[in-house]
Nanobody, 124 residues
């Protein structure tokens, strides 16, 4: 069982930056692929970015490519999402998720463990 806790959300103006963190409760965090997802009001949860356990592969949604960067530090059981050039349409609750599998995939159903989410609000 892996417990995940996100932090770093908040209110920011358009074009600003935020860095989200996702801390895992278990040392087995390093065995898991991590994904970041988001859900805006009235919309389905969508994939944002993912990273393999060794950081040798990452994937980004087209909407965030070039603006967001996913990373992880297995020594700290922590994954990060650096978000730059934020837009109002990035406003959502952001979740991190983990799966015990070496590949990054986009369907949310492929992830076994989820955090509670952190709110990101981008004002225009």
């Amino acid at each position: 069982q892996v417990t995940l806790a996100e932090s770093g959300g908040g209110l920011v103006q358009a074009a600003g930056s935020l860095k989200l963190s996702c801390v895992a409760s278990e040392r087995t965090f390093s065995d898991h692929t991590i994904g970041w997802f988001r859900q805006a009001p009235g919309k389905e949860r969508e994939f944002v970015a993912g990273i393999t356990w060794s950081s040798d592969d990452t994937d980004y949604a087209d909407s965030v490519q070039g603006r967001f960067t996913i990373s992880r530090d297995n020594r700290k059981n922590t994954a990060y999402l650096q978000m730059n050039s934020l837009k109002p349409e990035d406003t959502a609750v952001y979740y991190c998720a983990a799966r015990l599998n070496p590949f990054v995939v986009r369907p949310s159903g492929a992830y076994n463990y989820w955090g509670q989410g952190t709110q990101v609000t981008v004002s225009s």
